[in-house]
Protein backbone atom coordinates (compact mmCIF):
# COMPACT_ATOMS: atom_id res chain seq x y z
CA UNK A 1 0.00 0.00 0.00
CA UNK A 2 1.93 3.12 -1.26
CA UNK A 3 1.83 5.92 1.39
CA UNK A 4 -0.95 8.74 0.51
CA UNK A 5 -0.07 12.40 1.59
CA UNK A 6 -2.55 12.54 4.36
CA UNK A 7 -0.76 9.46 5.84
CA UNK A 8 2.69 11.31 5.49
CA UNK A 9 1.11 14.65 6.87
CA UNK A 10 -0.08 12.57 10.09
CA UNK A 11 3.07 10.58 10.40
CA UNK A 12 5.23 14.20 10.22
CA UNK A 13 2.40 15.59 12.89
CA UNK A 14 3.45 12.23 15.06
CA UNK A 15 6.22 11.17 14.53
CA UNK A 16 8.69 13.98 13.35
CA UNK A 17 5.92 16.31 15.50
CA UNK A 18 7.11 18.85 12.95
CA UNK A 19 3.78 20.03 12.30
CA UNK A 20 0.81 20.83 14.29
CA UNK A 21 -2.54 19.85 12.91
CA UNK A 22 -3.81 22.91 11.81
CA UNK A 23 -0.98 22.90 9.41
CA UNK A 24 -2.01 19.34 8.53
CA UNK A 25 -5.31 20.36 7.54
CA UNK A 26 -4.22 23.32 5.95
CA UNK A 27 -2.10 21.42 3.06
CA UNK A 28 -4.51 18.52 2.69
CA UNK A 29 -6.97 21.36 1.21
CA UNK A 30 -4.28 23.44 -0.52
CA UNK A 31 -3.98 19.81 -1.97
CA UNK A 32 -7.50 19.28 -2.68
CA UNK A 33 -7.83 22.64 -4.62
CA UNK A 34 -4.91 21.99 -6.68
CA UNK A 35 -6.59 18.50 -7.84
CA UNK A 36 -9.67 20.54 -8.71
CA UNK A 37 -7.02 22.87 -10.95
CA UNK A 38 -5.39 19.92 -12.50
CA UNK A 39 -8.89 18.70 -13.70
CA UNK A 40 -9.63 22.19 -14.80
CA UNK A 41 -6.35 22.35 -16.68
CA UNK A 42 -6.69 19.12 -18.00
CA UNK A 43 -10.32 19.59 -19.30
CA UNK A 44 -8.51 22.24 -21.67
CA UNK A 45 -10.14 23.19 -25.12
CA UNK A 46 -13.31 20.57 -23.99
CA UNK A 47 -14.25 22.71 -21.22
CA UNK A 48 -13.70 26.34 -22.97
CA UNK A 49 -10.78 27.18 -20.32
CA UNK A 50 -7.97 28.34 -22.94
CA UNK A 51 -7.43 31.92 -24.02
CA UNK A 52 -7.28 35.24 -22.37
CA UNK A 53 -9.54 37.23 -20.43
CA UNK A 54 -8.60 40.84 -22.25
CA UNK A 55 -7.99 41.79 -18.92
CA UNK A 56 -4.64 42.34 -16.74
CA UNK A 57 -2.92 41.10 -13.76
CA UNK A 58 -1.65 43.63 -10.91
CA UNK A 59 1.53 42.56 -12.69
CA UNK A 60 0.03 44.31 -15.84
CA UNK A 61 -0.04 40.78 -17.44
CA UNK A 62 -2.64 39.17 -19.62
CA UNK A 63 -5.03 37.14 -17.45
CA UNK A 64 -5.49 33.88 -18.72
CA UNK A 65 -8.92 32.56 -18.07
CA UNK A 66 -7.13 29.37 -15.88
CA UNK A 67 -5.38 31.92 -14.20
CA UNK A 68 -8.59 33.85 -12.49
CA UNK A 69 -10.13 29.76 -12.15
CA UNK A 70 -7.17 28.39 -10.42
CA UNK A 71 -7.56 31.78 -8.21
CA UNK A 72 -10.84 31.36 -7.73
CA UNK A 73 -10.59 27.81 -6.51
CA UNK A 74 -7.68 28.43 -4.25
CA UNK A 75 -10.09 31.14 -2.59
CA UNK A 76 -13.51 28.84 -1.90
CA UNK A 77 -11.61 25.94 -1.21
CA UNK A 78 -9.53 27.82 1.13
CA UNK A 79 -11.23 30.63 3.14
CA UNK A 80 -13.57 28.58 4.97
CA UNK A 81 -11.06 26.14 6.27
CA UNK A 82 -10.62 27.90 9.54
CA UNK A 83 -6.73 27.47 9.45
CA UNK A 84 -5.81 30.60 7.25
CA UNK A 85 -6.04 34.32 8.82
CA UNK A 86 -5.96 35.71 5.11
CA UNK A 87 -4.28 34.34 1.82
CA UNK A 88 -2.90 36.63 -1.20
CA UNK A 89 -2.22 35.88 -4.99
CA UNK A 90 -0.40 36.77 -7.83
CA UNK A 91 -3.31 37.75 -9.53
CA UNK A 92 -4.75 40.18 -6.34
CA UNK A 93 -3.21 42.98 -5.88
CA UNK A 94 -4.60 43.30 -2.23
CA UNK A 95 -4.58 40.45 0.21
CA UNK A 96 -7.82 38.58 0.76
CA UNK A 97 -8.73 38.68 4.39
CA UNK A 98 -11.06 35.83 5.45
CA UNK A 99 -14.67 37.02 5.26
CA UNK A 100 -15.90 37.14 8.80
CA UNK A 101 -18.93 33.93 8.31
CA UNK A 102 -15.73 31.46 8.65
CA UNK A 103 -13.35 31.21 11.93
CA UNK A 104 -10.05 32.55 11.22
CA UNK A 105 -6.76 30.78 11.75
CA UNK A 106 -3.36 31.23 12.13
CA UNK A 107 -1.56 30.62 9.33
CA UNK A 108 -0.67 32.88 5.71
CA UNK A 109 -1.34 31.50 2.46
CA UNK A 110 0.64 33.05 -0.46
CA UNK A 111 0.56 31.76 -4.12
CA UNK A 112 0.57 31.81 -8.04
CA UNK A 113 -2.33 30.20 -8.68
CA UNK A 114 -1.12 29.19 -12.61
CA UNK A 115 2.30 29.34 -13.40
CA UNK A 116 3.68 29.46 -16.43
CA UNK A 117 0.47 30.11 -18.43
CA UNK A 118 1.67 31.30 -21.42
CA UNK A 119 1.98 27.74 -21.52
CA UNK A 120 -1.34 27.05 -21.56
CA UNK A 121 -2.68 27.49 -25.18
CA UNK A 122 -0.17 25.48 -26.36
CA UNK A 123 -0.41 22.73 -23.60
CA UNK A 124 2.85 23.10 -22.07
CA UNK A 125 3.47 22.27 -18.56
CA UNK A 126 1.78 24.79 -16.29
CA UNK A 127 1.60 24.73 -12.05
CA UNK A 128 0.68 25.96 -8.87
CA UNK A 129 3.40 27.33 -6.22
CA UNK A 130 2.31 27.99 -2.67
CA UNK A 131 3.85 29.21 0.58
CA UNK A 132 2.70 29.23 3.99
CA UNK A 133 3.79 31.56 6.62
CA UNK A 134 2.50 32.03 10.20
CA UNK A 135 0.53 35.11 10.89
CA UNK A 136 2.83 37.26 13.25
CA UNK A 137 1.96 36.96 16.83
CA UNK A 138 0.93 40.30 17.57
CA UNK A 139 -1.64 40.07 15.00
CA UNK A 140 -4.03 37.92 16.94
CA UNK A 141 -7.76 39.49 16.82
CA UNK A 142 -6.95 42.08 14.57
CA UNK A 143 -7.81 42.07 10.44
CA UNK A 144 -5.04 40.64 8.72
CA UNK A 145 -2.56 43.71 6.45
CA UNK A 146 -0.07 43.70 3.68
CA UNK A 147 2.80 43.92 6.42
CA UNK A 148 1.90 40.31 7.83
CA UNK A 149 2.89 39.00 4.95
CA UNK A 150 6.37 40.62 4.33
CA UNK A 151 8.40 37.97 6.24
CA UNK A 152 11.19 36.69 5.30
CA UNK A 153 11.27 33.27 2.89
CA UNK A 154 13.45 31.33 5.85
CA UNK A 155 10.13 32.27 7.80
CA UNK A 156 8.20 29.80 5.99
CA UNK A 157 6.54 26.35 7.63
CA UNK A 158 5.69 25.03 4.38
CA UNK A 159 6.28 25.23 0.43
CA UNK A 160 5.44 23.28 -2.72
CA UNK A 161 4.25 23.36 -6.16
CA UNK A 162 2.06 21.14 -8.02
CA UNK A 163 3.17 20.65 -11.96
CA UNK A 164 0.18 19.76 -14.47
CA UNK A 165 1.96 17.77 -17.11
CA UNK A 166 2.33 14.08 -18.38
CA UNK A 167 2.02 13.22 -14.57
CA UNK A 168 0.14 15.31 -11.99
CA UNK A 169 2.35 16.24 -9.36
CA UNK A 170 2.85 18.08 -5.77
CA UNK A 171 5.93 18.52 -4.55
CA UNK A 172 6.07 19.69 -0.78
CA UNK A 173 8.36 20.88 2.46
CA UNK A 174 8.05 21.27 5.41
CA UNK A 175 11.34 21.62 6.22
CA UNK A 176 11.86 17.57 6.57
CA UNK A 177 13.06 17.25 3.24
CA UNK A 178 11.36 17.19 -0.04
CA UNK A 179 8.72 15.01 -0.90
CA UNK A 180 6.74 14.05 -4.22
CA UNK A 181 3.07 12.94 -4.70
CA UNK A 182 1.53 11.81 -8.02
CA UNK A 183 -1.95 12.20 -8.42
CA UNK A 184 -3.96 8.68 -9.14
CA UNK A 185 -7.23 10.01 -10.67
CA UNK A 186 -9.04 6.42 -10.43
CA UNK A 187 -8.42 7.01 -5.94
CA UNK A 188 -8.56 10.30 -6.08
CA UNK A 189 -5.59 10.44 -3.91
CA UNK A 190 -2.04 11.95 -4.13
CA UNK A 191 0.24 8.82 -3.52
CA UNK A 192 4.18 9.09 -2.77
CA UNK A 193 5.84 8.57 -5.36
CA UNK A 194 9.64 9.93 -4.10
CA UNK A 195 11.12 11.06 -0.72
CA UNK A 196 13.65 13.20 0.68
CA UNK A 197 14.98 14.34 -3.36
CA UNK A 198 18.76 15.21 -3.12
CA UNK A 199 20.16 17.64 -6.12
CA UNK A 200 23.30 16.70 -7.59
CA UNK A 201 25.34 19.43 -6.86
CA UNK A 202 27.10 19.50 -10.41
CA UNK A 203 25.88 19.83 -13.60
CA UNK A 204 26.10 20.43 -17.30
CA UNK A 205 22.53 21.87 -18.00
CA UNK A 206 21.82 25.37 -17.12
CA UNK A 207 18.48 26.82 -17.68
CA UNK A 208 17.84 30.70 -19.11
CA UNK A 209 15.81 32.93 -21.78
CA UNK A 210 19.21 33.30 -23.88
CA UNK A 211 16.82 36.16 -25.95
CA UNK A 212 17.73 38.39 -22.85
CA UNK A 213 21.19 37.58 -23.63
CA UNK A 214 21.94 41.60 -25.02
CA UNK A 215 20.32 42.89 -21.55
CA UNK A 216 22.63 40.76 -19.04
CA UNK A 217 25.06 42.11 -16.46
CA UNK A 218 28.68 40.90 -16.82
CA UNK A 219 28.35 38.02 -14.42
CA UNK A 220 25.57 36.44 -15.83
CA UNK A 221 27.34 36.99 -19.37
CA UNK A 222 30.62 35.46 -18.35
CA UNK A 223 28.61 32.70 -16.78
CA UNK A 224 26.61 31.71 -19.56
CA UNK A 225 29.54 32.31 -22.07
CA UNK A 226 31.41 30.43 -19.43
CA UNK A 227 28.65 27.71 -20.40
CA UNK A 228 28.74 28.39 -23.83
CA UNK A 229 32.40 27.39 -24.64
CA UNK A 230 32.17 23.76 -23.38
CA UNK A 231 35.13 21.38 -22.94
CA UNK A 232 37.22 23.94 -25.02
CA UNK A 233 36.25 26.64 -22.53
CA UNK A 234 37.62 26.96 -18.85
CA UNK A 235 34.68 24.66 -17.58
CA UNK A 236 36.26 21.91 -19.65
CA UNK A 237 33.32 20.62 -20.50
CA UNK A 238 30.18 21.11 -22.74
CA UNK A 239 26.66 21.95 -21.67
CA UNK A 240 23.17 21.21 -22.61
CA UNK A 241 20.27 24.13 -22.44
CA UNK A 242 16.70 23.88 -21.80
CA UNK A 243 14.04 26.53 -20.93
CA UNK A 244 10.53 25.60 -20.32
CA UNK A 245 9.14 29.52 -19.94
CA UNK A 246 7.65 27.99 -16.60
CA UNK A 247 9.15 28.36 -13.25
CA UNK A 248 7.82 24.70 -11.67
CA UNK A 249 8.60 22.95 -15.02
CA UNK A 250 12.49 23.96 -15.20
CA UNK A 251 12.40 23.58 -11.32
CA UNK A 252 11.14 19.98 -11.75
CA UNK A 253 13.85 19.37 -13.57
CA UNK A 254 16.27 20.33 -12.28
CA UNK A 255 15.15 18.72 -8.39
CA UNK A 256 15.12 15.61 -10.40
CA UNK A 257 18.60 15.51 -12.34
CA UNK A 258 20.39 18.72 -11.03
CA UNK A 259 20.84 21.76 -12.91
CA UNK A 260 20.73 25.64 -12.70
CA UNK A 261 17.90 28.18 -13.29
CA UNK A 262 18.22 31.55 -14.00
CA UNK A 263 16.28 34.41 -14.11
CA UNK A 264 18.72 37.09 -13.34
CA UNK A 265 17.96 41.02 -12.67
CA UNK A 266 18.83 42.54 -16.14
CA UNK A 267 19.59 46.21 -17.73
CA UNK A 268 16.21 46.46 -18.47
CA UNK A 269 14.33 49.48 -16.24
CA UNK A 270 11.18 46.37 -15.77
CA UNK A 271 13.83 43.78 -15.05
CA UNK A 272 15.91 45.70 -13.10
CA UNK A 273 15.28 44.15 -9.82
CA UNK A 274 14.17 40.94 -11.74
CA UNK A 275 11.29 39.00 -13.16
CA UNK A 276 9.95 36.17 -10.85
CA UNK A 277 8.12 37.11 -7.91
CA UNK A 278 9.88 37.07 -4.49
CA UNK A 279 6.61 35.86 -1.93
CA UNK A 280 5.24 33.58 -4.08
CA UNK A 281 7.87 31.98 -6.71
CA UNK A 282 11.43 32.45 -5.30
CA UNK A 283 10.71 32.00 -2.19
CA UNK A 284 8.76 28.55 -2.14
CA UNK A 285 10.57 27.71 -4.61
CA UNK A 286 13.90 28.46 -2.55
CA UNK A 287 12.94 26.72 0.64
CA UNK A 288 12.37 23.59 -1.82
CA UNK A 289 15.71 23.69 -3.26
CA UNK A 290 17.65 24.53 -0.08
CA UNK A 291 15.59 21.52 1.03
CA UNK A 292 16.88 19.57 -1.47
CA UNK A 293 20.77 20.05 -0.80
CA UNK A 294 20.58 23.04 -3.61
CA UNK A 295 21.35 26.82 -3.31
CA UNK A 296 18.66 29.90 -4.10
CA UNK A 297 20.50 33.42 -4.38
CA UNK A 298 19.63 36.66 -6.26
CA UNK A 299 22.70 36.00 -7.99
CA UNK A 300 24.62 36.68 -4.87
CA UNK A 301 22.17 36.97 -1.80
CA UNK A 302 20.58 34.39 -0.39
CA UNK A 303 16.98 34.39 -1.67
CA UNK A 304 15.27 33.07 1.72
CA UNK A 305 17.07 36.35 3.67
CA UNK A 306 15.51 39.12 1.27
CA UNK A 307 13.35 41.20 3.65
CA UNK A 308 10.41 41.83 1.48
CA UNK A 309 8.80 45.41 1.11
CA UNK A 310 5.94 44.64 -0.51
CA UNK A 311 3.55 41.31 -1.57
CA UNK A 312 4.60 41.24 -5.41
CA UNK A 313 7.74 42.48 -5.02
CA UNK A 314 10.62 40.51 -7.90
CA UNK A 315 14.09 39.39 -7.66
CA UNK A 316 16.31 38.39 -9.03
CA UNK A 317 16.84 34.30 -9.18
CA UNK A 318 19.82 31.94 -9.67
CA UNK A 319 19.30 28.39 -7.81
CA UNK A 320 19.95 24.80 -8.15
CA UNK A 321 23.23 22.51 -8.17
CA UNK A 322 25.31 23.89 -5.10
CA UNK A 323 28.54 24.29 -7.56
CA UNK A 324 27.14 26.00 -10.49
CA UNK A 325 25.39 28.20 -8.10
CA UNK A 326 28.33 29.18 -6.39
CA UNK A 327 30.05 29.67 -9.66
CA UNK A 328 27.64 32.41 -10.48
CA UNK A 329 28.16 34.14 -7.18
CA UNK A 330 32.12 34.07 -7.73
CA UNK A 331 31.53 35.87 -10.85
CA UNK A 332 28.91 38.47 -8.44
CA UNK A 333 31.72 39.15 -6.69
CA UNK A 334 34.85 39.00 -9.08
CA UNK A 335 33.07 41.31 -11.75
CA UNK A 336 31.00 43.74 -9.86
P1 LIG B 1 9.92 34.52 -20.03
C1 LIG B 1 6.08 32.46 -16.30
O1 LIG B 1 5.47 33.65 -16.78
C2 LIG B 1 7.24 32.89 -15.40
O2 LIG B 1 6.73 33.65 -14.34
C3 LIG B 1 8.02 31.67 -14.92
O3 LIG B 1 7.21 30.58 -14.70
C4 LIG B 1 9.00 31.43 -16.04
O4 LIG B 1 10.21 30.83 -15.60
C5 LIG B 1 9.26 32.83 -16.58
O5 LIG B 1 8.16 33.66 -16.17
C6 LIG B 1 9.36 32.85 -18.09
O6 LIG B 1 9.67 34.18 -18.46
O7 LIG B 1 10.45 35.94 -20.00
O8 LIG B 1 10.95 33.54 -20.54
O9 LIG B 1 8.59 34.35 -20.71
Same mark, same amino acid.
Given at each position: ????? *????? !? ?11 ? /? ?19 ? =?? *????? *???? !? #? ?35 ? =? ?5 ? /? ?39 ? /????? $? ?32 ? @? ?26 ? #?? *? ?9 ? $? ?33 ? /???? @? ?7 ? $? ?18 ? !? ?46
Amino acid at each position: MRTTL *SQFLI !EQQRKEGVIPPEL /RLLIEIVARACKVIAHNVNKG =AI *SGTLG *SLGT !E #NVQGEVQKKLDVIANEILIQTNEWGGHLAALASEEME =AIHPIPN /RYPKGEYLLVYDPIDGSSNIDVNGCVGTIFSVLKAPADSTG /REMQE $KDFLQAGSRQVAAGYTIYGPQTLLILTVGTGVYV @FALDRELGSWIMVEEKLTIPEDTNEFSI #NM *SNQRHWHAPVA $KYIDECLAGREGPRGRDFNMRWCASMVADVHRILT /RGGI @FMYPADRRE $KVKSGKLRLMYEANPMAFII !EQAGGVATDGTNRILEIAPVGLHQRTGVVLGSRNEVERVRDLHRELV
